[in-house]
């Protein structure tokens, strides 16, 4: 538009054209804003119910997967009849298999959801490793497997105990699902001057170096199935590397010399710098000789 062949009427009418587009457009960005705002509610509306029925899932399963497992544990002690321990001895498997399946959903849900944050106690690992070696015993036994422990530092560091069992249980798994019968695994605790290294080593199938980073995606299956028995749900890793980052931290796997080796790196946390809760065992419940549950 040429301003200096226009005259004072055309130039107040192109004046006021664009002053309502300009009108128009800001009208459109409010609406848009409200919208915007609006499905952002919504949105935190669903997460807020989503957690909610999260938590409330997660504790409908717990309890009576709790329950059961103590069943089991009681029926293969009190009764002599060797059918009786026997069909015990199945059913306690079969549902610690599908207690380690619930843990890894309602972990990777938690992920997705961000309900992840960090609560931090003092944190036993010998302890955690203890009881993981225990809640796998049925798959060791059964493929005659060896498990040494080490550490190289101390055995209580300041972390979440929740997401270190969860981390070290997953590795665990992979290892015994993923070793050779009769083979050894390596669980290793290290530490330098800034961070915890857990480690664990075992000389099974390996993974393919054209996978070494999908595997920790989910639902990823990349193994042949000489080893391992069943298929799983393929969330393990991506469990083990969602707490590792919640934790600041990391996780890699690399083979050499015949070993698959993973390994999680994690921060450490000065107990000053952060409010420490009374902490929970690794497991919400644990079994006695006693007719009763436990709880932690």
Avoid: W
Avoid at 91 to 97: C, P, Q, R, S, Y
Avoid at 127 to 156: R, W
Avoid at 234 to 247: I, Y
């Amino acid at each position: 538009m040429d301003i200096s062949q226009t005259s004072d009427n055309e130039l107040l009418e192109e004046i006021g054209r664009r002053f309502e587009e300009k009108k128009a457009s800001i009208k459109e960005m409010e609406f848009m804003t409200k919208k915007l705002l609006d499905l952002n509610e919504k949105n935190k509306q669903a997460q807020d119910v989503k957690s909610r029925f999260l938590s409330l899932i997660k504790n409908e399963f717990n309890n009576p997967m709790s329950s059961l497992l103590n069943l089991a544990n009681m029926m293969n002690k009190k009764f002599e009849d060797e059918k009786v321990k026997e069909l015990s001895s199945m059913m306690k498997m079969e549902l610690l298999k599908l207690d380690f399946s619930l843990k890894n959903i309602f972990s990777a849900s938690e992920i997705e959801a961000g309900e992840i944050a960090n609560d931090y106690s003092i944190v036993d690992i010998k302890n955690i490793y203890d009881e993981i070696v225990e809640y796998f015993s049925y798959l060791i036994e059964d493929k005659n497997l060896t498990i040494n422990y080490d550490s190289k530092c101390a055995e209580s560091i300041v972390s979440d105990s929740q997401k270190i069992n969860m981390i070290l249980l997953n590795l665990i798994s992979n290892a015994c699902e993923y070793s050779y019968n009769d083979a050894a695994i390596d669980v290793v605790i290290g530490c330098n001057e800034k961070n915890y290294v857990l480690v664990v080593e075992d000389t099974g199938e390996g993974v393919s170096h054209d996978h070494a980073k999908d595997i920790y995606n989910r639902f990823s299956h990349f193994e042949s199935g000489n080893t391992r028995r069943t298929a799983g749900l393929g969330l393990g890793l991506s469990v083990a590397r969602g707490f590792a980052e919640a934790l600041n931290g990391s996780i890699d796997n690399i083979t050499k010399n015949g070993k698959t080796i993973f390994m999680v790196t994690i921060p450490k946390v000065d107990k000053a710098e952060v409010d420490l809760s009374q902490g929970i065992g690794s497991n919400e419940f644990i079994f006695d000789d006693s007719d009763g549950m436990v709880e932690f």
